[in-house]
């Protein structure tokens, strides 16, 4: 089948990840999303994307001079996008909203599509202000621009659609709105609700239960996001509180998890959902030419080790010099050298290497190790700016062997998959939905090591292009589950990382050209974008 004859797809995100001066993104979610957009240009699949021009993006969360975590705003100028000259309106709080559709027209993207409330006309211009700046109404008015006012913007654009996915339930209401036209139309409820079904689909990633954000149904009807749709029809489809991603599964004809250990997760969560989508596994993978230093593929490619090297030393170097210049700290270039960067949440447990202090303490103050941290906490979590400025402690702590990356992005995420030598990841399994940035490290010759989560257990071969620990462990007792896997961090540090790195280069390189070799066809976009027009997109 050729391209032109596939399935024509609208894709709906929170946010995307594109370039670091287009400030549309917050983590994972629209990295992947900026990904998918670009491969949708790279290999001619029909596309379109559809999310919000936020004004101020996501916040820049900076370290003040008593090492505590803020955040600030900026209102920045989005000088590649194109007017599109269209207009739609949506109804919120009983009141008309118009929100006006650009278009981006840069960065090798399929065509994507940002509403925007910030015009003269609204009142509510605060609504495309803060890319998940606020919980409640806010956040209902957000989703409501991105669903229904997408669907009324691919109406007024004149963009024929055959499958709408939704990225994460934040686009629910798209939903809503598909069920309006049926029923405006003349179909029933439940004709609309079963014909809608047919053409929606949907990526679900939050693995925690408390992540899958919910709606009060009074708020909901008093934002006028049910769209015409009675308390009972809301509840029929997500509960009550309504829940966006039990909505999702149930308006959709098929559901995918984003690593398959994430399937197994996923079913296993929402197992008790009745009517809702079948859950598959469709694993996550990245935009090469955006990530990956192709020299590094090359000379993997070529089986040429000096080459290999000599290129990851140069990359490595660009790290030190870009660390240097942001923090004021020169690490050592034949150090070991440790990059760690997510999002700052309890589970990804970005301290758990500093657990045993008798253990890592040597290794630090000797200059066996260096790690560079980075990462960012929602501007509403306490918890997880706490983490920020626990890691900036230990950065204090430590000052030539630890560095914290203060407000993350893409640059930082770039900088640390090029120059680290090693890739720690080490959430609470099984709650890593995938984790890209491991497998942009695996592409670049930054070996992995990490816990058996996410998309590593479809990687791994231990020893040989990276490294695992805990053995894949689960537990509901914390306490047990932190001592086992820092334990078994430490050993795997200190009796095959270590050693490896000082004592036999040559089967470092190998690790590399192993680990680059190994990952970079089946995590790459191309893959990704095949399996979702094959399993999810094209109608059996």
């Known amino acids: 089948m050729s391209n032109k004859q596939l399935p024509k797809v609208a894709y709906f995100c929170m946010e995307y990840a594109i370039d670091a001066s287009m400030r549309t993104y917050a983590g994972g979610l629209g990295i992947l999303a900026g990904d998918y957009m670009k491969g949708a240009k790279d290999y001619d699949y029909p596309m379109v994307g559809i999310g919000i021009k936020w004004k101020q993006g ?10 505590h975590a803020f955040d600030s705003y900026h209102n920045y100028k989005y000088d590649f996008l194109k007017d599109t000259g269209v207009k739609v309106t949506v109804k919120i709080r009983q009141r008309d909203v118009v929100c006006k559709v650009w278009l981006v027209d840069k960065f090798g993207v399929a065509p994507l599509y940002l509403l925007d409330t910030d015009i003269p006309e609204n009142q509510d211009t605060w609504i495309t202000g803060q890319l998940y700046g606020g919980f409640g109404e806010d956040r209902i008015a957000q989703e409501m621009v991105l669903g229904i006012g997408g669907v009324r913007a691919l109406r007024a654009l004149n963009i024929d659609v055959d499958v709408y996915h939704f990225n994460e339930g934040h686009a629910l209401f798209a939903g809503f709105e598909l069920i309006k036209e049926k029923i405006d139309a003349g179909a029933a409820f439940d004709e609309a609700v079963k014909t809608s079904r047919e053409e929606i689909v949907f990526t679900t990633h939050t693995p925690i239960v408390q992540g899958n954000e919910s709606h009060p149904i009074d708020r ?29 599964l149930r308006l959709s004809r098929i559901s995918n998890a984003v690593a398959q250990l994430h399937k197994e997760t996923s079913n296993k969560m929402w197992k008790d959902i009745e009517g809702r989508s079948e859950i598959i596994g469709i694993t996550n993978a990245i935009h090469l030419p955006t990530w990956v230093d192709n020299d590094m593929i090359v000379a993997a490619e070529n089986q040429n080790k000096d080459e290999l090297w000599n290129n990851h030393m140069k990359n490595k170097k660009a790290l030190i010099d870009f660390v240097y210049e942001r923090n004021g700290v020169k690490l050592d270039a034949d150090a070991l050298l440790i990059g760690f960067s997510r999002r700052a949440a309890p589970y990804k447990r970005s301290d758990l290497i500093f657990t045993n202090s008798e253990v890592i303490d040597p ?10 941290f980075s990462g960012k906490a929602h501007p509403l979590d306490d918890t997880g700016k ?10 204090r702590k430590y000052p030539n062997s630890v560095v914290f990356l203060e407000n993350y992005d893409m640059t930082i995420g770039r900088m640390l998959t090029h120059g680290s030598d090693i890739w720690l990841n080490n959430p609470r399994r099984p709650l890593e939905a995938s984790g890209t940035s491991g497998m942009k490290a695996a592409m670049n010759g930054v070996l992995n090591l990490s816990i058996l989560d996410g ?8 020893g040989v292009n990276g490294w695992q620990f805990g053995d894949g462990v689960e537990s509901e007792d914390i306490d047990f589950i932190d001592n086992h896997d820092s334990k078994a961090l ?36 191309k893959r990704m974008l095949d399996e979702y027009y094959t399993k999810m997109y094209e109608v059996k």
């Open 386 to 395: 706490g983490i920020v400025e626990n890691l900036v402690k230990f950065s």
């Open 490 to 525: 430490y050993n795997t540090l200190i009796n095959e990382v270590i050693p490896t790195y000082y004592s036999n280069r040559d089967k470092w390189v190998d690790m590399m050209k192993n680990s680059i070799l190994s990952t970079k066809d089946f995590f790459s976009v």
């Open 455 to 462: 998309w590593w257990p479809e990687a791994c071969n231990h």
């Open 58 to 67: 996501y916040s820049d969360q900076m370290i003040d001079e008593n090492d």
């Open 220 to 248: 909901m009807l008093y934002m006028g996001a049910n769209n015409g749709l009675t308390i009972e029809q809301l509840v029929s489809l997500g509960g009550s509180p309504f829940n966006m991603t039990v909505g999702a």
């Open 363 to 372: 290794l630090l103050k000797e200059g066996k190790i260096q790690i560079v």
